[in-house]
T-cell receptor, first 114, second 110 residues
Framework: DAGVTQSPTHLIKTRGQHVTLRCSPI?????VSWYQQVLGQGPQFIFQ???????GRGNFPDRFSARQFPNYSSELNVNALLLGDSALYLC?????????????FGQGTRLTVV | EDQVTQSPEALRLQEGESSSLNCSYT??????LFWYRQDPGKGPEFLFT???AGEEKEKERLKATLTKKESFLHITAPKPEDSATYLC???????????FGKGNQVVVIP
């Protein structure tokens, strides 16, 4: 069974540019969450989507946005990139929301902003 | 705000030397506490979910326990392949996010 897949695996962007990261959840999972992990820190929550609706938003600026598609895949968009946006971006999928179900993570997208 | 503090930050163990990792948490109503393993440059791998104080779960050389204020991850007779960063996270009722600690970086020396 395929796990959570993220693309691309690595990305280098210049300050001020825009980036789109993609995530496909585990088959049957309807909830997708995005996390940012800076080197040496634990993951920080950015967004959660369930059934194409935003169900949670972390303390990130409006430059960060996301959406979920009818097939439950998701995109994370970041505008006007800053050096501080360099991080490992993680996507996690879970069966549902509203209950304490396990979240399974993808391998992440390593974003470097230069 | 939910908070998770993990200690020690880094730990070097000889192969076979058992030890415990600590995760202290404050949360407004615990829905679940999660342990993950993360290898360098990779995404976290799910290990355990604990829901209530007194609960214990085991997987191979790992055993996780939970009290009302903290969780422990016990590593029994570790092997070099147990070297990784172990992340602890909590989820509160009425909240869909996981709040993570910084992790416990474990190195097991042959």
């Amino acid at each position: 069974d395929a796990g959570v897949t993220q693309s691309p695996t690595h990305l280098i962007k210049t300050r001020g540019q825009h980036v789109t990261l993609r995530c496909s959840p585990i088959s049957g999972h309807k909830s997708v969450s995005w996390y940012q992990q800076v080197l040496g820190q634990g993951p920080q929550f950015i967004f959660q989507y369930y059934e194409k609706e935003e169900r949670g938003r972390g303390n990130f600026p409006d430059r960060f946005s996301a959406r979920q598609f009818p097939n439950y895949s998701s995109e994370l968009n970041v505008n006007a990139l800053l050096l501080g946006d360099s991080a490992l971006y993680l996507c996690a999928s879970s069966l549902a929301t509203g209950g304490s179900t396990e979240a399974f993570f993808g391998q992440g997208t390593r974003l470097t902003v230069v | 705000e939910d908070q998770v503090t993990q200690s020690p930050e880094a730990l070097r163990l000889q192969e076979g030397e058992s030890s415990s990792l600590n995760c202290s948490y404050t949360v407004s109503g615990l829905r679940g506490l999660f342990w993950y393993r993360q290898d360098p440059g990779k995404g976290p791998e799910f290990l355990f979910t604990l829901y209530s104080a007194g609960e214990e779960k085991e997987k191979e050389r790992l055993k996780a326990t939970l009290t009302k204020k903290e969780s422990f991850l016990h590593i029994t007779a570790p092997k070099p392949e147990d070297s990784a960063t172990y992340l602890c996270a909590v989820q509160a009722w009425g909240n869909n996010r996981l709040a993570f600690g910084k992790g416990n970086q474990v190195v097991v020396i042959p």
